[in-house]
């Protein structure tokens, strides 16, 4: 999980899998911040959602609006550009091993409950997402081994 | 199909596996195993020996004593961790393959071994006593060695089986290497096992991790649990490049593993904890992934 304002700069991260990145704008303070979430309820694990709230989805979302905060942002998820990508998906009819839909679907009902809903996204597939974004343009830059990268 | 005779040329020039990692190997198939054997087993390889206490007494295991006897190492670090540090001392040229036909980095095969290990041994404690988990672990390990020496012989390939896959036109990446090269990484894995004379369990894994139903009855289970937990290391980002997630999950899984959707989530957080402890006591500490 990580923000930042500072011009120059950008945020990370390594093959999501079947995790998703949430990634937040804010175009007042030009902010931004992501988090890489890796189970849908922090009820599995409440314990570790207090040491990594980024890992669950539900404690997700509070816990990238108060790092924003930090930055000078509201933290209400007011006027806020959501996106989201990664969640690869797993076909599974037992229900059992399709995480990243159901991280997917955890992150957007989290979101919902400040009235946010993601601007843009890049979800599901048998594809495993590395994603960066920077400061000064704000882009989201996707790729994935054995294919051309694409912006979002 | 019958594997290229290059390909068959650089499996024959694989060194062999020490003695202790195959011994470790054997001793671990073995159910009823006791620390002790571990341990006299460490004690005749001096290198495995020094292996161990580095490994015991970094910082990612958080002990506050020094230890400096083989069996007290062995009783914290357990046996799957040996075994894992043997094969890597011995194997590093195989593990550490730069794997650029999947357009991805050396290291990257053993991450994702170790971490399919760990998933591999958790899941099967769902086997209802049908498969063992340390024998898991050590199939989890070695599953994907074929892609050491298919790397080499699939080129250019891996783009396009990727398109291909991305546009539904084929079902998953193992047919399109055996499309590309005429055979496929666990037909190669399989004879590189065969090579080290690895015992029967072990080579199943190797050979059926993708198509666990054709696995030989008395080792489905372990099959089933490896097939497994090779999709837990792909969800978790930790593949081995252009083929992660291009793979089928077989469905019957349910026939051998009863796993929850609670229980599984739980085997993902404690796998990746368990994967980034072995990799930091392994290597020392990583950047940390956001
Ligand atoms: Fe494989
Ligand atoms: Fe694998």
Redesign the pocket.
Known sequence: MGATRTPGQELRTLALGSCVALIMLDPKTRCIAMVHVVLPESSIDPARSLKKPGHFADTAVPALLEEMKKLGSEGTGKGMIVKLMGGANVMDPNNTFNIGKRNALALKKALWKYGMGPRAEDLGGRISRSVSVDVDSGKVKITSPGRDGWEL | MAIPPDIKDSIAKIKPLSQSAVRLMSVMADPDHTVGQIAAIVESDPILTGNVLRVVNSPAFGLRAKISTVSRAVSYTGGNMVVGLALHLCASGIFNHPLEGYESQRGALWR??LL?AIASREIARFSSGKTDPEVAYTGGLL??VG?AIMSGSLGNSAREIVAAADAEKTTDFVAGELAAVGTDHTEVGQAIAKHWSLPDPLLEVIRY??APSKAHEKYRPLVYAVHLG?FI??MGGT??GA?TLL?NLDHDYKKFINVSAGELEKVILDSGQEYQQVVESMFGSEEEQQ
């Open positions: 994702h071994c399919t599953h994907d892609k991790h993708h090779d290391a792909m593949g081995t083929d793979y």
